[in-house]
């Protein structure tokens, strides 16, 4: 019989081989440590540098070189304001603060959120600014940094005052340098209140002020004082007694010398002389009319009276001349006539008599001269009565005082009309 083959010999299986095992393990541990670090990396970035940024670090604004704030206020409810703050909530804060200085009435314009604040308190400061200035009708705040811009208008030097302790206050403790240019105006200028002072000095007759609205002066407006004077050093008393009231205004002085005998003998006549008297001069060399009131030297000035022909009464006519001389033209010693309706020339609606003839024609009864030194300015007048003037004739020539002794009371009860014109001589 067959015996079959010896064998291997047979036992228990070997235990498996560990280190694949091994190797899984790690190759997962190293597949989630690459996964931790993706999602670690991936959240880095979104929070960092992606979308998610502001959820770590906030919002990302612009930075604001120099951080400003602007706010001006140019009268109730007309506020404006731009600048930067923080965030749009710190704007909303600073816009709520800001209304209610304007009457609760929302600001216009707009403040941009921004970084670059100067300091923790900076916006506390600027408001704190804003609320000593919101006492004064109009002002302005301007901000660059920490460099603060105050102006306004005050209505007394002591609100001025208080506005800007409380706004320097502010600033200080904020760090900030305050600059302020507060201005306190002048009051209106009353054309009536400077009228009463200048006319302290009126010596021929009321001076007369002008300018603006006819009623007040404003800053900036000039100032006219228009008038007759009868001394050459009262233009530079009036313009020292007024520059204190007159301030930084242009003064215009529209003053006309006169002399103190004629300006007494103005302020006897009315102020605008009755049209129905009126004179013409002449040039006795050439017979020509004469523009204006000028003789000059050498000039023989020829004097008509021109009057609507049917006008009746008496007439006293003279001349005063800047010196202090009165000199009577019609009637007179050598032409004692003086019925307006038996003297004179009558063409057409118009009656002509001549008061002063060419000197060629001269005689006692008819004056006629020529221009001389001194120079001035002198007046010619005419006194239509119902009744003699005087109640016997005036001396050819007299002085202004005696003059004006007799003549308020000749004029009273008269019933006369008055016509009269300046009459010029120069060189």
């Not at 007040?216 to 008393?237: C, F, M, Q, Y």
Request: aromatic share 6%.
């Amino acid at each position: 019989r067959r015996t079959a083959a010896p064998g291997p010999a047979t036992g228990p299986a070997p235990a498996p081989a560990r280190e694949p095992r091994r190797r899984r393990r790690a190759g997962i541990a190293l597949l989630a440590a690459a996964v931790v670090v993706a999602i670690l990396g991936g959240a880095g970035w979104y929070l960092g540098l992606g979308p998610g940024r502001p959820l770590l670090f906030g919002p990302d604004y612009p930075h604001a070189d120099p951080y400003r704030m602007e706010i001006l206020m140019a009268g109730p409810g007309r506020m404006r304001v731009t600048g930067h703050a923080p965030s749009p909530e710190d704007a909303a804060t600073v816009m709520s603060a800001l209304s209610a200085l304007n009457g609760g009435v929302i600001p216009e314009g707009a403040i941009t959120a921004a970084t670059g604040m100067p300091g923790p308190g900076w916006q506390s400061a600027v408001l704190a600014i804003a609320r000593a200035a919101s006492v004064l009708p109009v002002w302005w705040v301007v901000v660059n940094g920490t460099d603060v811009e105050l102006a306004g208008e005050a209505p007394d030097e002591a609100t001025r005052d208080s506005v800007m302790a409380a706004a320097q206050a502010a600033a200080q403790a904020a760090g900030m340098t305050l600059k302020g240019a507060i201005e306190v105006p002048r009051p209106p200028l009353l054309v009536d209140d400077l009228a009463r002072e200048v006319n302290v000095f009126a010596t021929c007759g009321p001076l007369t002020v002008s300018g603006g609205d006819g009623r007040t002066i404003p800053d900036g407006a000039a100032v006219t004082i228009s008038g007759r004077i009868a001394r050459e050093n009262e233009k530079s008393l009036i313009a020292e007694a007024v520059r204190p009231l007159v301030g930084e205004r242009a003064l215009r002085l529209e003053l006309e010398l006169l002399s103190l005998p004629v300006c007494r003998l103005l302020g006897l006549l009315p102020a605008s002389p009755d049209p129905a008297l009126s004179f013409r001069f002449l040039d006795g060399d050439r017979g020509s009319p004469v523009a204006g009131d000028v003789f000059h030297a050498g000039q023989n000035p020829v004097i008509d009276l021109v009057v609507p022909a049917d006008r009746s009464g008496y007439l006293h006519a003279f001349y005063a001349d800047f010196e202090g001389k009165v000199f009577h033209l019609v009637p007179h010693n050598a032409r004692q006539l003086n019925v307006l309706s038996q003297i004179g020339t009558v063409e057409g609606d118009t009656r002509r008599v001549r008061l002063t003839w060419p000197e060629s024609e001269a005689s006692l009864e008819q004056l006629g001269f020529r221009v001389a030194e001194p120079f001035g300015t002198g007046l010619v007048v005419a006194v239509l009565s119902e009744r003699p003037l005087f109640p016997l004739l005036r001396p050819r020539a007299e002085s202004v005082d005696a003059f004006l002794e007799a003549f308020p009371a000749a004029l009273r009860g008269a019933g006369a009309a008055i016509g009269w014109r300046f009459l010029v001589t120069a060189p």
